[in-house]
């Protein structure tokens, strides 16, 4: 019965229910893609600040830091155990550690330095892309001064101290020290520097958050790094590290203003509608109360349409709001363009909430209309 009196009303108020509709569908597709586009946010700014580079660096404590800064790399060597031990600390968040050892020296009567790159570890132990060279053993990457001071070119064998190591690549002009390394294996490179279980530098991208922002970061990680790895060293590129900061308080903070925005505007929208569809009914709201029809059947009839419309509201809304994520996502976030995907269980939480949302907007029109005299309503005019 009260369905029928719904569908009577939705056919009567055609206007009113479609307006109420189209509140509903813009306020869920604006969630929708909002939502979506925040996840697509943060995805973009891990991997964009991720190839900044490494923003954690460990060396060992002895290290001379002048000569550190001077030559970009410590002198001093520690164990190759220190990476998985450093890795198996869980006080804070890290990712991508990597054992490094750098070595100085004079091939072919010029001076380079070799890298040997360690197998990034994962401390969460998700599979994630590399963030520098994946080297194969018996493999190495030429940097753009040597390759261009001696010819070298992909697929060309060449000798380092007795070893014939085959070019996997050559690697484009950088500007920076890096010019005149070769990468390879971190074995291969202890193999031929005669540094067997030596690194002299564990890489890490760190993910710490605080919530208190007068803390230092640094000095937190030094403190925790002390407990786990005392003679080490901890050293954090800030201006990497604060980009990533500042860029995630920026995506809460925003989320944080808009959705609570949304969601009044759209509560005053829909309680207006409402409000107006109780004023235009009131002499049938008398009518119909005058006849024996009691609150409770009057106030089923207001929340029953405003369910339809939250559920009718909420299929709408996230169709329309993952379409436009996924046409206009591509082109905002380029980089992780392809990770941006329908967020169906979206769909299940709007199918929840938006008829809830839908029927509070309507309970104070709904108490108004239950609680009108007949009477009076019938003799106004």
């Known amino acids: 019965m009260i369905c029928k009196l719904v569908y009577k009303e939705i056919l009567h108020r055609k206007f009113n229910f479609v307006i109420g509709l189209l509140a509903m569908t813009m306020g869920v597709a604006l969630f929708v893609s909002f939502f979506t586009m ?18 954690l660096r460990i060396i060992p404590k002895e290290t001379d830091m002048n000569r550190f800064w001077m030559e970009g790399y410590s002198n001093i060597t520690m164990p190759e155990e220190y990476a998985k031990q450093f890795m198996n600390f869980k006080d804070f968040s890290f990712a991508h550690v990597t054992a490094i050892l750098h070595q100085r020296i004079t091939w072919n009567n010029m001076e380079i330095i070799m890298t040997g790159i360690g197998k990034e570890l994962e401390p969460s132990g998700v599979k994630k892309s590399p963030m520098i ?18 010819s070298i070119m992909q697929g060309d064998e060449i000798k380092i101290k007795g070893r014939n190591f085959k070019v996997m690549r050559t690697l484009s002009e950088s500007g920076s020290i890096d010019d005149i ?42 403190e925790q790094l002390n407990r786990v790895l005392p003679d080490a060293s901890v050293l954090m590129n800030i201006t990497i590290a604060e980009a990533r900061e500042r860029q995630r308080r920026m995506v809460e903070r925003y989320f944080a203003f808009i959705l609570p925005t949304v969601l009044i505007t759209l509560l005053i929208c829909l309680g207006s509608l409402a409000m107006m569809n109780v004023r235009d009914r009131k002499k049938e709201i008398g009518i119909l109360r005058a006849l024996g029809y009691g609150s409770t059947k009057i106030s089923g009839l207001f929340i029953w349409k405003s369910v339809f419309i939250g559920v009718f509201g909420a299929v709408l809304g996230f169709i329309l709001g993952t379409v436009v994520s996924l046409i206009w996502g591509p082109g905002i976030f380029k980089v992780t363009a392809a990770s941006i995907q329908p967020i169906f269980i979206l769909l299940l939480w709007s199918l929840i909430f938006a008829p809830i949302f839908s029927s509070l907007a309507s309970f104070i029109p709904m108490t108004v209309a239950v609680t009108q005299d007949p009477a009076q309503i019938l003799l106004e005019d």
């Open 181 to 222: 390394r070769l990468y390879g294996t971190l074995t291969d490179i202890q193999d031929i520097s005669g540094n067997h279980g030596k690194i002299n530098e564990i890489k890490a991208l760190n993910c710490l958050c605080l919530s208190d922002e007068e803390k230092n970061p640094l000095d937190v990680l030094r």
């Open 38 to 55: 925040s996840t697509a946010s943060n995805r973009e700014t891990i991997r964009l600040t991720r190839d900044m580079g490494f923003n």
């Open 133 to 150: 060279f994946s080297i194969d053993p018996g493999t190495i990457y030429v940097g753009f001064d040597i390759a261009k001071t001696f």
